[in-house]
């Protein structure tokens, strides 16, 4: 029996109408999308050749050459087309649809007989294909441009991209499985597993889920495979090329069975990816075993090792998480795609349980610690996201080296812009989601969508000024069924009203149940009293001790130099907080700021680094604090914080 | 003229009788200095062969085969020589004396005809002598044997050692210095530059603090003498032996002229031993720019850049300084031999100039920062000194991944024990300073001592039960001439005693000065009352913000877990401060706990790791706090910190 319980309504029937995403919509279209066209096409000057679509020319043998870029660069120009495709699913545009059908094709010309496709090996390696599943990114290549396929698919009714895939991956089926004379293995960075599930629900091909679940439930088993194929190389690494004695399994996930993982552990993104996987195929399988595994990992994440913006991946050793309730401010990694990987994680786990626990995440994800990896100029972009920033550290001291406080331009090894972009194109299909009787409100995004009830179109609607106001109005479309509206963890009191009266429903899990019979007109409206409020971590967590974080509704909020001097640290919030809400759209139409007074150590007038205390001597002073995705947008980036001292 | 105003007394005429520093003396004594005997001469059962003595064996031809261990091997013998030196100073051992003899001995018949010494090229590239200053320690090891050979010349009266480096360094003077065809070059690991000063207050010869001179006046000019040199080795680095495009001046302090530089950077010991060279020979030149560069740097080092403990090397990276106020607790390097580095450039600092400004970093230094290194049982060591230790993290996080929560045996590189050796065994020679008509008593550790005035021995004593107890007594033997004693900066009130009347005598630059007539039986008391303090750090310092330090006299003070229990941070110490001292001689004799109440978050009890905040739940909890130096020395290590909450 499947778990999935509910289904998110698909992307082309969503719209969304709303002051904070529409914004980021224009920027992906606009910005991302158009410049990721130009770099996967060699036309950014300055920038070095991305030398992705050359590659698929020169595979072609359209070109002479050899191969350009990161041995995974064929996956830039398959995250490219995934996000054109959920651009066309929300804006359709003739043009963008021309150049990425000519990219299609250009793709099948690329790809040899037998459906292999992967333009390092068959430039620069042809003797050497799956004979690196470890390092070497086929598997994950395909990932994405299956993902790809099954968007392109889904957003134009075009199958030629998804034919294409197909007959890959039947290579791939070919070539490893538990069958004798295959290769009992699985990728090295996982990516595939998700979207075979996905490839599965486009196709209804069982032979896909088959495969996905082949590779999952084989990792982690012994022997190794990757020491094994290790050993076939002569122990020969690709990266750096020398020899290697041992694989780092717990790097990829790869040390233990999934179904025996407690702990999150190894790259971030990888993680996010494989864990997203799992949830899909449990759902779809039915296997609560693996359920388990998954929602075991879920707590792990975000129970134990998830920063306050969402963030995860505590070090830059690896991109990788390092244990549980280690969560420094200055010196993590936070990859941006790492919290895109756990929206698609958290997505998956709300599919078979419609629970807060994964919403308030997943919105916890998408306003904090996800679009804080791009610029609002839609143009500059983190790979890292710290929560704590010392710019003159950032330089100086090897801790934090990899850290930067401003956003630099796109990078050559480009995996996090186009993955927000793909995340923004997709964000409709995160907001509704439907089971047999009842409308799950996740996110409170303005949107106008449509879905099926007993075969007939419902339509339901919402507004409202989120995540700056908590003054929500829905309008639920004819039909008897459940309207199901989060209320987040975030909110200590809620009114719903329903025509005007107040209503008083039973939660479930997090969701206020609103069964009816539903009329044209009928107007709910759910207010959510959004104060400035203390955010603070359980004492476990070391690094923020005595400290707290302003978060107002599901946003967090960050302190800046720009704002508020130097040396952030030195300053003390108190209580009772006397923070204000203050609308400043200088940096984002709309933007709430947050205002109040702080208390800040001003009785050091001498040079010296210690002595001995005589109780402190302390100003209170205004300060200013801004919503953390929006930090580093300005001139004056010497410091940021989260976590203040309290 | 000569900066130069007071000398320290010789170690010959100091002798230690000190609870405390009598203790460790007997460590290095009867630990130390035999284990590093055997561990030289390969006799340790289970630890990689040193290969130390071995290595002269082969130079000398007794011995077939190659050179084993580090490039820098032929320092630990004179590591281990120069303690032999001085521990013969303290406490003669006819069969220890003979014992080095023989080493001497062997190290004569190493030296090669025209004086050349370093076994490593001698065994593995004759032919490469001097063509790597940069990397391969041949002045550093040049610099330790010379130390040795001072010492032990002044231990002894035997002159042997003497004169084998003597013959050496003339070889050096020989290749090194500003005419045409000789090497513009100096020491890529600083020392030399010291142990020159040394050898021409032993000798007499100028041109030994010529030489000296010219290496330090010749450092980071330009053209840098360390990218020609690699560039006439064709950029082959010695370390990893791959091509090297530049050399990191900064990491070894050539970056610039010494008068040029304003901060501390670079490799910490490197860093030291360097500075202690340039006081040493503004000191005996009279070169006042030199001196400010010194006094500049020594400003930089104390007022930015050093721990609480005396510990420098904030970074793990280059095992260097970072920048100003940039002293994270947990990440920290604080190697064991760079805080005995500023042992030695506080002392030279001292003999130019009297002021307590060095003297109590001197003190700070060698009653926490230096001891932290060994373990009481004078068996482990540890080379980096963290302020805050998370066992879990040293095994988890890379960010700490260097730090050790227990002390292991001795090491591979073996720097570490016998610096701290040398340190303990040449204690005597830190507390008293003569100049024409004053003694100082910098140090305030129980000893015998004599010094020479107007042609006559005069004897000087000093008892007590410090730094547990601020009560001390001085019996200054007959004579006209100032006792002057520090006032220590901790100090916030002391009361002088003559004869039992209270006196109220002028500071000079924080020395309390006694001018009289004395007599034989004449007693001095000084009372130094020591509360429990909370020290704190200048705002600027960001990880100290909101945070004390425990302090009683000199001694800093650290949390362990063994003692408070997990999440140390998770506590929070109040004012007015409860804390009391406790004699407790469980890990040392006479050692002083602190035993007093802290507030600790007992309020969380679910499993969440965030929540909004309704102010703290705070239970009163005893805690208990250690001396830093003594941390480590329990099973229970899990957590340690130096920095509480307040």
Redesign the interface.
């Known amino acids: 029996m499947r778990l999935a319980s509910n289904e998110f309504l698909p992307l082309g029937s969503v719209k969304i109408k709303d002051g904070f995403w529409s914004r980021y919509q224009d920027i992906a279209k606009n910005k991302i999308i158009p410049y990721q066209w130009r770099a996967i096409n060699d036309q950014i000057p300055g920038v070095e050749p991305s030398r992705a679509i050359a590659n698929f020319r020169v595979a072609a043998g359209l070109e002479e050459g050899g191969f350009g870029g990161m041995v995974f660069q064929d996956s830039d120009v398959a995250k490219w087309l995934e996000a054109v495709a959920y651009r066309l699913s929300i804006d359709p545009d003739e043009e963008l649809e021309k150049t990425a059908d000519a990219v299609i094709d250009l793709i099948g010309q690329a790809q040899e007989e037998d459906g292999y496709l992967d333009t390092y090996f068959q430039i620069e390696e042809p003797d050497k294909k799956f004979t690196n599943l470890n390092e070497c990114h086929e598997l994950y290549c395909a990932g994405h441009m299956t993902e790809a396929a099954v968007a392109y698919y889904e957003a134009t009714g075009k199958d030629k991209l998804l034919s294409i895939m197909r007959r890959f991956v039947d290579l791939i089926d070919r070539k490893i499985g538990p069958e004798e004379g295959k290769l009992h293995g699985y990728p090295g960075h996982p990516e595939l597993e998700l979207a075979l599930c996905r490839l599965y629900r486009a196709t209804g091909e069982k032979r896909y889920l088959d495969l996905c679940a082949y590779m999952i439930n084989a990792r982690g088993t012994k022997p190794y495979f990757f020491e094994e194929e290790l050993e076939k190389r002569d122990h020969r690494a690709f990266w750096g090329g020398g020899r290697q004695e041992h694989v780092d399994l717990k790097y990829n996930q790869s040390h233990l069975p999934i179904r025996e993982q407690k702990e999150a552990v190894g790259h971030a993104v990888r993680a996010g990816y494989l864990y997203t996987g799992v949830a899909d195929l449990a759902a779809e399988t039915g296997d609560a075993e693996l359920m388990q595994a998954a929602e075991t990992l879920w ?1 792990n994440v ?3 090792q ?1 920063y ?1 913006t969402g963030a995860v991946g ?5 991109e990788a998480f ?2 549980d309730y ?1 969560l ?1 401010n200055d ?1 993590v990694y936070g990859e941006t795609c790492a919290a895109i990987s756990m929206v698609f994680f958290a997505r998956q786990m709300l599919r078979s349980h419609p629970d807060r626990r994964y919403s308030d995440v997943l919105e916890r994800l998408i306003y904090n610690g996800t679009i804080s990896g791009m610029a609002l100029d839609g143009e500059h972009f983190f790979y890292t996201n710290p929560l704590a920033v ?1 710019e ?2 950032t330089r ?4 934090t ?1 990899h850290i930067r406080s401003k956003r630099p331009g796109w990078f050559g090894c480009a995996c996090c812009p186009p993955n927000l972009a793909r995340m923004i194109t997709s964000l409709g299909g995160y907001i509704y989601s439907a089971s047999a009787d009842t409308l799950y409100v996740h996110l409170y995004i303005g949107s106008e969508a449509s879905f099926e009830l007993d075969g007939k179109t419902v339509a339901i609607s919402q507004s409202g000024n989120y995540p700056w106001d908590g003054e929500l109005t829905f309008k639920p479309g004819a039909g008897r069924y459940t309207l199901a509206l989060r209320i987040p963890g ?1 909110a ?1 009191s809620y009114v719903l009203r329903i025509n005007g009266r107040e209503v008083h429903p039973a939660l479930e899990k997090g969701y206020a149940m609103l069964p009816g019979t539903w009329e044209d007109g009928d107007t709910v409206t759910l207010t959510l009293p959004m104060p400035v ?11 923020d ?2 400290r ?2 302003l ?1 107002r509704g599901p946003v967090v909020y960050c302190f800046e130099s720009a704002d508020n001097g ?5 300053l ?1 919030v108190v ?1 009772p907080s006397d923070f204000e809400p203050e609308t400043d759209p200088s940096l984002f139409p709309g933007m709430t700021a947050l205002t109040g007074t702080a208390k800040r ?1 001003t009785d ?1 007038t001498g ?7 005589d ?1 402190d001597d302390e100003k209170t002073v205004p300060v200013r604090a801004i919503p953390y995705a929006f930090w580093g947008n300005r001139d004056d980036t010497r410091e940021m914080a989260v976590w203040v ?1 309290k």
Chains 1, 2 share one sequence.
């Open positions: 707590n975000v129970n134990r998830m306050v505590s070090q830059v050793w690896g390092s244990f280690h420094p010196s010392w003159t550290a100086h001291a090897g801790v080296r975030w200590r409020e203390f955010t603070e971590a359980n004492p476990l967590l070391r690094a001790d005595g707290v974080a978060t130097d040396a952030l640290d030195a003390r209580r150590r050091w040079d010296e680094l210690y002595r001995l205390s109780g001292r």
